[in-house]
């Protein structure tokens, strides 16, 4: 059994990771929650059913724990943060240039937290290619072609901004 453990949390680790990542835009609290998220998912083990896929389920769990913390520090899952997720910088660019990039960066994830929680997760799901649609619509209980349009409107919400 701990070596089912050890390869679910290989294989899906990262994803559980990234979805998170995309929620709370905080390394620290995204690493402390897919921790958490196994720990949960090993408790409940009997209970998955094998209705969805392994990564949904554990994307379902991730999710709980993240609107848990969200109700424990005071702060509503959809609240505005001040803070972008960290993204690794692969040039060097000028001072202007690096300025206008962060501007620009904060202005779309402003853009993405005013969207409806829903719609936030999926363009969040789909921007960090942590899941399909499919699995983005198994996640919510939905259809895949649910997913694709839902993703589809709130693009072009954004790009309405």
């Known amino acids: 059994m ?12 990262t994803k ?3 979805y998170l990542l995309g929620l709370s835009g905080d390394c620290d609290t995204s690493r402390e929650l ?15 059913s094998g209705n969805c896929s392994v ?9 709980n724990l993240w609107r848990n913390e969200m109700r424990r520090r005071g702060l509503h899952p959809s609240a505005d943060t001040d803070e972008a997720p960290p993204q690794p910088d692969l040039s060097q660019p000028s ?17 993405v937290h005013s ?18 649609f499919a699995e983005i619509g198994e996640l919510f209980g939905k259809t895949e072609s649910w997913a ?8 072009q919400k954004l790009r309405k901004e």
């Open 115 to 132: 969207l409806p929680e829903t719609e936030k997760e999926i363009i969040l799901l789909r921007a960090t290619g942590a899941m399909t």
């Open 16 to 18: 559980v990771y990234t």
């Open 2 to 13: 701990k070596k089912d453990i050890e390869e679910y949390y290989e294989k899906y680790g």
């Open 34 to 48: 897919t921790q958490e998220t196994f720990v949960r998912a090993i408790g409940s083990l009997s209970s998955f």
């Open 95 to 111: 001072p202007d240039e690096s300025l206008e990039q962060k501007d620009t960066k904060m202005f779309v994830l402003r853009q």
């Open 55 to 63: 990564s949904t389920w554990l994307c379902s769990i991730a999710k």
């Open 148 to 155: 694709r349009v839902t993703f589809y409107r709130a693009k």
